[in-house]
Protein backbone atom coordinates (compact mmCIF):
# COMPACT_ATOMS: atom_id res chain seq x y z
CA UNK A 1 0.00 0.00 0.00
CA UNK A 2 1.64 3.54 -1.16
CA UNK A 3 0.73 5.34 1.82
CA UNK A 4 2.42 2.88 4.01
CA UNK A 5 4.74 4.19 6.07
CA UNK A 6 8.26 2.21 7.13
CA UNK A 7 7.45 2.44 10.92
CA UNK A 8 4.14 0.47 9.09
CA UNK A 9 6.21 -2.10 7.34
CA UNK A 10 8.49 -2.57 9.90
CA UNK A 11 5.52 -3.27 12.64
CA UNK A 12 3.72 -5.12 10.16
CA UNK A 13 7.36 -7.70 9.97
CA UNK A 14 7.29 -7.42 14.21
CA UNK A 15 10.78 -5.88 14.14
CA UNK A 16 10.93 -4.65 17.22
CA UNK A 17 14.40 -2.78 16.84
CA UNK A 18 13.95 -1.36 13.12
CA UNK A 19 10.37 0.36 14.80
CA UNK A 20 12.60 1.72 17.29
CA UNK A 21 15.66 3.13 15.37
CA UNK A 22 12.70 4.33 12.68
CA UNK A 23 10.81 6.62 15.41
CA UNK A 24 14.31 7.61 17.42
CA UNK A 25 16.65 7.69 15.09
CA UNK A 26 14.69 8.68 11.82
CA UNK A 27 12.20 10.71 13.56
CA UNK A 28 9.42 9.41 11.69
CA UNK A 29 5.78 8.94 13.05
CA UNK A 30 4.57 6.41 15.14
CA UNK A 31 1.40 7.73 14.82
CA UNK A 32 1.06 7.88 11.00
CA UNK A 33 -2.32 6.50 9.45
CA UNK A 34 -3.16 5.00 6.32
CA UNK A 35 -5.91 6.25 4.16
CA UNK A 36 -7.64 3.31 5.70
CA UNK A 37 -7.46 3.86 9.21
CA UNK A 38 -4.01 1.71 10.18
CA UNK A 39 -1.62 2.69 12.43
CA UNK A 40 1.59 1.35 13.30
CA UNK A 41 -0.57 -0.41 16.23
CA UNK A 42 -2.63 -2.51 13.99
CA UNK A 43 0.17 -3.76 11.67
CA UNK A 44 1.76 -4.98 15.02
CA UNK A 45 -1.27 -6.92 16.31
CA UNK A 46 -0.56 -8.86 12.90
CA UNK A 47 2.86 -9.27 13.32
CA UNK A 48 2.71 -11.38 17.03
CA UNK A 49 5.38 -9.69 18.64
CA UNK A 50 3.71 -8.49 22.29
CA UNK A 51 6.88 -6.38 22.45
CA UNK A 52 5.94 -4.63 20.00
CA UNK A 53 2.72 -4.13 20.93
CA UNK A 54 3.74 -2.81 24.23
CA UNK A 55 6.04 -0.40 23.30
CA UNK A 56 3.84 1.34 20.82
CA UNK A 57 1.25 1.60 23.33
CA UNK A 58 3.29 2.62 26.52
CA UNK A 59 6.00 4.34 24.72
CA UNK A 60 4.33 6.13 22.04
CA UNK A 61 0.65 6.43 22.83
CA UNK A 62 -1.03 4.83 19.96
CA UNK A 63 -4.51 3.77 21.02
CA UNK A 64 -5.73 0.24 21.72
CA UNK A 65 -9.13 1.10 21.11
CA UNK A 66 -8.48 3.27 17.95
CA UNK A 67 -10.50 1.30 15.06
CA UNK A 68 -9.44 1.58 11.32
CA UNK A 69 -12.16 2.67 8.77
CA UNK A 70 -13.86 -0.43 8.94
CA UNK A 71 -14.37 0.03 12.32
CA UNK A 72 -11.80 -3.54 12.99
CA UNK A 73 -10.15 -2.58 16.14
CA UNK A 74 -6.31 -4.04 17.65
CA UNK A 75 -7.96 -7.01 19.27
CA UNK A 76 -9.59 -8.26 16.46
CA UNK A 77 -6.13 -7.97 14.42
CA UNK A 78 -4.50 -10.24 17.20
CA UNK A 79 -7.81 -12.72 16.78
CA UNK A 80 -7.06 -12.97 13.18
CA UNK A 81 -3.79 -13.88 13.88
CA UNK A 82 -4.73 -16.02 16.68
CA UNK A 83 -2.41 -14.39 19.42
CA UNK A 84 -3.51 -15.75 23.02
CA UNK A 85 -0.80 -13.38 24.46
CA UNK A 86 -1.80 -10.50 22.76
CA UNK A 87 -5.63 -11.11 22.90
CA UNK A 88 -4.81 -11.10 27.06
CA UNK A 89 -2.71 -7.86 27.08
CA UNK A 90 -5.13 -6.18 25.13
CA UNK A 91 -8.09 -7.51 27.77
CA UNK A 92 -6.47 -7.51 30.59
CA UNK A 93 -3.97 -4.32 30.58
CA UNK A 94 -5.96 -2.27 28.35
CA UNK A 95 -9.51 -3.14 29.09
CA UNK A 96 -10.65 -3.86 25.32
CA UNK A 97 -13.69 -5.67 25.27
CA UNK A 98 -14.17 -8.79 23.30
CA UNK A 99 -18.02 -8.04 22.48
CA UNK A 100 -16.59 -5.04 19.74
CA UNK A 101 -17.28 -5.78 16.90
CA UNK A 102 -16.66 -4.05 13.54
CA UNK A 103 -18.74 -2.39 10.54
CA UNK A 104 -19.99 -5.57 9.34
CA UNK A 105 -20.43 -6.79 13.03
CA UNK A 106 -17.40 -8.96 13.07
CA UNK A 107 -16.06 -9.86 16.74
CA UNK A 108 -13.26 -11.39 17.64
CA UNK A 109 -14.78 -15.08 17.02
CA UNK A 110 -15.69 -14.18 13.11
CA UNK A 111 -11.82 -13.34 12.76
CA UNK A 112 -10.72 -16.97 14.79
CA UNK A 113 -13.27 -18.89 13.09
CA UNK A 114 -12.12 -17.27 9.38
CA UNK A 115 -8.60 -18.35 9.79
CA UNK A 116 -9.45 -21.23 11.45
CA UNK A 117 -7.58 -20.58 14.77
CA UNK A 118 -9.21 -23.11 17.36
CA UNK A 119 -6.73 -23.21 19.98
CA UNK A 120 -7.36 -19.29 20.48
CA UNK A 121 -11.43 -19.88 20.39
CA UNK A 122 -11.02 -22.70 23.33
CA UNK A 123 -8.53 -20.23 25.17
CA UNK A 124 -11.07 -17.76 24.98
CA UNK A 125 -14.55 -20.18 25.66
CA UNK A 126 -12.45 -21.44 28.73
CA UNK A 127 -10.83 -18.53 30.00
CA UNK A 128 -13.88 -15.84 29.02
CA UNK A 129 -16.89 -17.68 29.73
CA UNK A 130 -19.23 -14.53 29.42
CA UNK A 131 -18.15 -13.88 25.86
CA UNK A 132 -19.41 -17.56 24.74
CA UNK A 133 -22.49 -16.21 23.30
CA UNK A 134 -20.44 -14.07 20.94
CA UNK A 135 -19.71 -17.20 18.76
CA UNK A 136 -24.05 -17.63 18.39
CA UNK A 137 -23.39 -14.14 16.64
CA UNK A 138 -24.23 -12.84 13.14
CA UNK A 139 -22.79 -10.02 10.47
CA UNK A 140 -24.23 -8.09 8.32
CA UNK A 141 -24.55 -10.85 5.46
CA UNK A 142 -26.14 -12.93 8.59
CA UNK A 143 -23.15 -15.32 8.69
CA UNK A 144 -21.83 -16.72 12.32
CA UNK A 145 -18.17 -17.61 12.68
CA UNK A 146 -18.88 -21.46 12.16
CA UNK A 147 -20.06 -20.13 8.68
CA UNK A 148 -16.69 -19.30 8.41
CA UNK A 149 -15.05 -22.14 9.86
CA UNK A 150 -17.30 -24.28 7.33
CA UNK A 151 -16.13 -22.10 4.37
CA UNK A 152 -12.51 -22.25 4.78
CA UNK A 153 -12.51 -25.76 5.30
CA UNK A 154 -11.58 -26.08 9.55
CA UNK A 155 -12.85 -29.43 10.30
CA UNK A 156 -11.45 -29.33 13.77
CA UNK A 157 -12.85 -26.44 14.47
CA UNK A 158 -16.84 -27.20 12.81
CA UNK A 159 -16.34 -30.16 15.16
CA UNK A 160 -15.85 -27.78 18.32
CA UNK A 161 -18.46 -25.12 17.31
CA UNK A 162 -20.71 -27.96 17.10
CA UNK A 163 -20.43 -30.46 19.38
CA UNK A 164 -18.68 -28.43 22.53
CA UNK A 165 -19.90 -25.17 21.78
CA UNK A 166 -23.15 -25.86 20.23
CA UNK A 167 -23.55 -23.98 17.49
CA UNK A 168 -25.76 -25.04 14.75
CA UNK A 169 -26.66 -24.32 11.54
CA UNK A 170 -29.09 -26.18 8.66
CA UNK A 171 -27.73 -26.89 5.38
CA UNK A 172 -29.63 -25.23 1.84
CA UNK A 173 -29.67 -26.64 -1.18
CA UNK A 174 -27.03 -23.58 -2.52
CA UNK A 175 -24.15 -25.31 0.18
CA UNK A 176 -24.67 -22.49 2.39
CA UNK A 177 -25.27 -22.61 6.08
CA UNK A 178 -27.95 -20.75 7.66
CA UNK A 179 -29.26 -20.34 11.12
CA UNK A 180 -31.83 -22.53 12.61
Not at 23 to 37: F, N, R, W
Not at 49 to 78: C, F, R, W
Not at 167 to 172: S, V
Request: aromatic share 8%.
Amino acid sequence: NEDQTLVHHAAWSGNFDLVQYLITEQDLSPTAVTKIGLTALHYASWSLNLSLVKELITTYQLDPHQADSNGKLPIHYAAESGDILLLELYVKDYKCSLSLTDKDRWNIFHYSSFKGHLHFIKHVTSHHSHSISLLHSIDKKGHMPLHFARQNGHTQLVKFLKEDMKCETKEKANDECVLL
